[in-house]
């Protein structure tokens, strides 16, 4: 049996279509459902650590919370996890400023996210807020108010304005607003998309103070031309090509006037710190976070769609009619997303909790958000979607602010669970089990977030 009990793990790590088909009894490439009995049930409880209460309900073709990726190094070691079929422990982020248990994707450009059962604050410190440069890091500038922006193209009159100025002349706005990167979810994907492999924590929700950036485009006076935003800032390119930019996007002028668009220099109270844009980044909510730019040096006011860095082709496009995943590419099937898909997480338990031998109460906490909808109800289940129960989601501060939730399930017994969270927009539209939609460069993966516990 132990050979069997770790090949189990080691298999769902390795080869997890083989950890399944032997789990439930399938021929590999079958695409019969198995069942978990017998010899199937034993090893999946001893690789899960524990009696499964809802096992049958478990579904096949899913990766048991316990051995999929993405198990936090912070969290108590999971006896669920054994020690020959954990995952290798991701990288962390070392940086000033920064929390310790970040995950690091990538230090050229910097990249890093923020588990999930470290979003567990009603609204993200900084400390814990993920990063994602595409360039390099700029040296941080330290004549703050001194900083300028220049408003050009389809206006009447260009502006060249000192940030001081900004502080001055325009009315204050502080919202929380969530930021997300466009391929948040992206590691859900399979086959595997290429690009940083985040699981749920290229988001975060802050507080952003600044000034509406209708206000200030409104001063430079937009011509009927106006159709678009070009965003420039001052990171240059990896390859230190100062012809090339890291990054620049934009919206249309629609977004760009919508009374939550901010020039922003202040997050939670604090003046913008380097790594998030400051001294000046713009703050674009709904849209993925790429059109938020950092260190905000210049808005090219286009009369067409703006054609820069992260701009066409599948940069930060989804597939129109769906595509095969993994299937070959076809630009003209592919539009630029405007709008980020809903999405429910579990702040705590963090996966891999154990808990005590019988506890039969269990309170869940968590965030839910959207793009521009708004979300209208948050379901957890115990018994793997079986059936659902309601959490009592609070009411966001304004538009575009997260929802957290809370939730008490009820324990039947000792063992393991997986508990399950979907958030469901106000247009109806929930989060599918299994990440749907796939596109060449992954965005938009939304599935349904799982922690596993072990109960005793
Ligand atoms: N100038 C600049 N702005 C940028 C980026 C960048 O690389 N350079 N990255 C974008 C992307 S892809 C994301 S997800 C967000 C990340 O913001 P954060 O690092 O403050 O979390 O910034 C956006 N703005
Ligand atoms: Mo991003």
């Given at each position: 049996m132990g050979k069997q009990e770790r090949s189990l793990g080691e298999l769902y790590g390795d080869d997890p279509e083989r950890g399944d088909a032997l789990a439930f009894g399938r021929r590999t490439g079958s695409s019969r459902r198995g069942f978990l009995g017998g010899a199937g049930l034993a090893a999946m409880g001893a690789a899960v650590g524990g009696a499964i209460p809802f096992s049958d309900q478990m579904p096949a073709g899913l990766i048991p919370a316990a051995l999929a990726q993405g198990t936090p190094p912070a969290s108590p070691a999971p006896s669920a996890a054994p020690a020959a079929a954990a995952p290798k422990g991701p990288q962390l982020l070392d940086f000033p400023g920064k929390a310790k248990g970040l995950i690091l994707l990538g230090d050229r450009p910097l990249v890093a996210e923020t588990p999930e059962h470290m979003l567990d604050d009603d609204t993200t410190p900084i400390e814990k807020f993920y990063v994602r440069n595409n360039g390099q890091t700029p040296e941080p500038f330290t004549e703050g108010d001194a900083w300028e922006l220049t408003i050009d193209g389809e206006v009447n009159t260009p502006l060249k304005i000192k940030l001081g100025e900004l502080k001055q002349k325009f009315t204050h706005k502080t919202f929380r607003m969530v930021l997300e990167c466009g391929g948040n979810g992206r590691s859900f994907f399979q086959p595997q998309a290429r690009g940083n492999q985040w699981t749920n924590g290229g988001a975060g929700c802050a507080e952003w103070t600044g000034v509406p950036l209708a206000d200030v485009l409104q001063s430079a006076g937009l011509k009927s031309t106006a159709v678009h935003t070009g965003n420039y800032g001052a990171d240059q390119h990896l390859s230190g090509?100062?012809?090339?930019?890291a990054i620049s996007r934009g919206v249309p002028i629609a977004a760009a006037l919508e009374p939550h668009a901010l020039l922003v220099w202040a997050m939670n109270g604090q003046p913008l710190p380097a790594i998030h844009g400051g001294p000046l980044r713009v703050i674009i909510p709904g849209f993925p976070a790429s059109v938020s730019h950092k260190w905000l040096k210049r808005i090219a006011i286009r009369d067409k769609v703006h054609d820069g860095q992260?701009?066409?082709?599948?940069?930060y496009s989804v597939a129109i009619k769906p595509m095969i995943p993994g299937g070959k590419t076809d630009d003209s099937n592919m539009r630029t997303m405007t709008d980020m898909p809903v999405r429910g997480i579990i702040t705590n338990p963090a996966n891999g909790t154990r808990l005590a031998a019988g506890t039969r109460k269990l309170a869940l906490r968590g965030a839910a958000w959207d793009g521009h909808e708004g979300v209208s109800r948050v379901d957890v289940s115990i018994d793997f979607g079986a059936t659902w129960q309601p959490a009592k989601a609070a009411e966001p501060k304004n538009r575009y602010d997260w929802r957290r939730w809370t939730a008490e399930v009820e324990l039947p017994s000792d063992g393991y669970y997986e508990l399950w969270v979907r958030a469901t927009d106000s247009k109806g539209r929930a989060q599918p089990h299994v990440a749907g939609g796939w596109n060449p460069q992954g965005y938009g993966a939304n599935p349904m977030h799982r922690v596993a516990v072990l109960v005793g």
């Open positions: 090509d100062a012809t090339k930019d992260g701009m066409g082709g599948t940069s």
